[in-house]
C-alpha cells in the first residue's frame, strides 16, 4: 500500500520554526517528485513548495520564499520542509504529495499520492 505520511507540525509562536517530514511506504520517492500544499480554514489548497525528484530543482510560492527550503533524503524515503520565521499567516494543514515524474508541479492535480496532512499553527 502506498502511504505518505507527514509529521512534524505543531504550535509554534511568530518568528519560530518548525520542520516538516514526509515519510512513504510503500515505495520508493526516488522516482517520484514531491509537493507541499497547504489549506487554511475556508481557503483553497495551495501549493507551497515542491522538489524534483533528483533534488536538483526546488521551487516555492513567493508567500514562503526565504523562509522555507525543501530538501529530500533518498535513501531515507523522506522529504523534509524546514519553516523559519513563520507568520501567522502560514498556519493551515500542510500536506506532501507525490507524483511519478522528474520535474515537480505547483498544481494539486498534478499529483496522485497525498498524504493524510498535519496542522501548522503560528500564534503568539
Known amino acids: 500500500q502506498l502511504q505518505l505520511v507527514e509529521s512534524g507540525g505543531g504550535l509554534v509562536q511568530p518568528g519560530g520554526s518548525l520542520r516538516l517530514s514526509c515519510a512513504a511506504s510503500?515505495?520508493?520517492?526516488?522516482?517520484?517528485?514531491i509537493g507541499w500544499f497547504r489549506q487554511a480554514p475556508g481557503k483553497e489548497r495551495e501549493g507551497v513548495s515542491c522538489i524534483s525528484r533528483s533534488g536538483s530543482i526546488t521551487n516555492y510560492a513567493d508567500s514562503v520564499k526565504g523562509r522555507l527550503t525543501l530538501s529530500r533524503d533518498n535513501a531515507n524515503n523522506t522529504v523534509y520542509l524546514q519553516m523559519n520565521s513563520l507568520k501567522p499567516e502560514d498556519t493551515a494543514i500542510y500536506y506532501c504529495?507525490?507524483?511519478?515524474?522528474?520535474?515537480?508541479?505547483?498544481?494539486?492535480?498534478?499529483?496522485?499520492?497525498w498524504g493524510q496532512g498535519t496542522q501548522v499553527t503560528v500564534s503568539s
Open positions: 510503500g515505495f520508493t520517492l526516488d522516482y517520484y517528485a
Open positions: 504529495a507525490a507524483d511519478r515524474r522528474y520535474y515537480c508541479s505547483a498544481y494539486a492535480r498534478n499529483y496522485n499520492y
